[in-house]
């Protein structure tokens, strides 16, 4: 017997993972006394619109969205010369929408960036009394995710949009328990239990290390760089029109570092970005055969975090460091159950 075209394509749908894809999870404030705040998108007319994190198929970073209907408005960081930066939805016009906490009482808390550790900034509901209450997405069996604010550069304007300049994305990041600061390897894990060294590999054939860095209070999402020569340089996925993307460190003057997992045995095997997912890209390194390895950044104490690439837009083209164009940042994420 045919299935009927309408029900193969949700067959489809749900085997592929789009409808997990369109899960909504809550976000709140958590006040001193331990109770649950709505986080509310309120306009100047005093219209509330829901603010959500939306989950991906990955599960690793999450976007953070007003919702009105079927329209979802960016949430941000804003640029402000204030001690405490605002976050702010922006509708397509360039329209600004306030961010608040709501109390049962019906006070209205501003929600602040209020603190950096790296390249993650701290995002908090101001208390009646001054106090921080922390900000969580939150889903329907309930798990948690920190809401945060993510920077990929170190310039004050992260970016732009709706024609509205951000300091910074506001993102739902997976709970970490590195701490910092401190110096974490990054290896390959081979099959046979073993992990692999990565290195940077310059034009000589000299190896250089490739660390994942831990700053003190961030334990959300860790810097990956090389360490060449005494400079510390940034590690991307570039594009390629293979299917499998390089990874490679880029020099101050636009120097390019392979990067590379040794086998014991002398072989050098590559590193690439395999399979784009959403705003992510899972990194392996390419085994003699073929097959992938999972990369890790692993501390002194064991614990162990996913490496992956991680976008920030739609475009082809995420960025240039150093006059070179890339297409993903590289970055250390906690672990997620089942993950790759």
Same mark, same amino acid.
């Given at each position: 017997m045919k299935l009927p075209i309408p029900l193969i394509a949700l067959i489809v749908l749900l085997f592929s993972g789009?409808?997990?894809?369109?899960?909504?999870?809550?976000?709140?404030?958590?006040?001193?006394?331990?109770?649950?705040?709505?986080?509310?998108?309120i306009d100047a007319n005093g219209r509330q619109f829901d603010v959500k994190a939306l989950q991906s198929d990955h599960g690793y970073v999450m976007e953070v969205k007003a919702l009105d209907n079927q329209n979802k408005w960016p949430v941000k960081v804003l640029i402000s010369q204030d001690r405490f930066a605002p976050v702010k939805a922006v509708k397509p016009?360039?329209?600004?929408?306030? *961010? =608040? !906490?709501?109390?049962?009482? /019906? #006070?209205?808390? $501003?929600? @602040?960036?209020v603190g950096a550790a790296g390249n993650i900034i701290d995002i908090k509901a101001i208390g009646p009394d001054r106090s921080y209450y922390g *900000? =969580? !997405?939150?889903?329907?069996? /309930? #798990?948690?995710? $920190?809401? @945060?604010?993510?920077?990929?550069?170190?310039?004050?304007?992260?970016?732009?949009?709706?024609?509205?300049?951000?300091h910074a994305h506001v993102k739902a990041l997976l709970p970490g328990a590195a701490q910092g600061p401190s110096i974490w390897h990054v290896k390959a894990v081979h099959p046979s239990g073993k992990l692999l060294k990565l290195k940077a590999l310059d034009k000589s054939g000299e190896l250089h290390d490739v660390k994942a860095l831990v700053d003190s209070g961030n334990s959300n999402m860790l810097?990956?760089?090389?360490?060449?020569?005494?400079?510390?340089?940034?590690?991307?996925?570039?594009?390629?029109?293979?299917?499998?993307?390089?990874?490679k460190a880029i020099g101050t003057d636009g120097t390019i570092y392979d990067i590379k997992a040794l086998m014991p045995g002398g072989a050098?095997?590559?590193?690439?970005?395999?399979?784009?997912?959403?705003?992510?890209?899972?990194?392996?390194?390419i085994g003699p055969d073929g097959n992938y390895f999972g990369v890790k950044a692993c501390s002194r104490a064991g614990q162990f975090y996913d490496v992956k690439g991680i976008k920030s837009s739609d475009?082809?083209?995420?960025?240039?460091?150093?006059?070179?164009?890339?297409?993903?940042?590289?970055?250390?994420?906690?672990?997620?159950?089942?993950?790759?």
């Amino acid at each position: 017997m045919k299935l009927p075209i309408p029900l193969i394509a949700l067959i489809v749908l749900l085997f592929s993972g789009t409808l997990r894809s369109q899960e909504i999870w809550h976000v709140k404030a958590v006040d001193s006394s331990g109770q649950f705040l709505d986080v509310k998108a309120i306009d100047a007319n005093g219209r509330q619109f829901d603010v959500k994190a939306l989950q991906s198929d990955h599960g690793y970073v999450m976007e953070v969205k007003a919702l009105d209907n079927q329209n979802k408005w960016p949430v941000k960081v804003l640029i402000s010369q204030d001690r405490f930066a605002p976050v702010k939805a922006v509708k397509p016009d360039g329209t600004i929408i306030d *961010i =608040k !906490a709501l109390t049962p009482a /019906g #006070q209205r808390l $501003d929600v @602040k960036a209020v603190g950096a550790a790296g390249n993650i900034i701290d995002i908090k509901a101001i208390g009646p009394d001054r106090s921080y209450y922390g *900000i =969580k !997405a939150i889903s329907k069996t /309930g #798990q948690l995710r $920190d809401i @945060k604010g993510v920077k990929y550069s170190k310039a004050p304007e992260e970016g732009t949009v709706n024609n509205v300049a951000f300091h910074a994305h506001v993102k739902a990041l997976l709970p970490g328990a590195a701490q910092g600061p401190s110096i974490w390897h990054v290896k390959a894990v081979h099959p046979s239990g073993k992990l692999l060294k990565l290195k940077a590999l310059d034009k000589s054939g000299e190896l250089h290390d490739v660390k994942a860095l831990v700053d003190s209070g961030n334990s959300n999402m860790l810097d990956i760089k090389a360490f060449v020569a005494g400079n510390v340089f940034p590690v991307k996925v570039l594009k390629a029109d293979d299917k499998l993307s390089p990874v490679k460190a880029i020099g101050t003057d636009g120097t390019i570092y392979d990067i590379k997992a040794l086998m014991p045995g002398g072989a050098v095997l590559d590193v690439k970005g395999v399979q784009p997912q959403g705003n992510l890209m899972h990194i392996k390194a390419i085994g003699p055969d073929g097959n992938y390895f999972g990369v890790k950044a692993c501390s002194r104490a064991g614990q162990f975090y996913d490496v992956k690439g991680i976008k920030s837009s739609d475009a082809q083209t995420e960025g240039t460091i150093n006059g070179i164009p890339f297409y993903a940042h590289l970055k250390a994420l906690p672990q997620l159950l089942g993950g790759r």
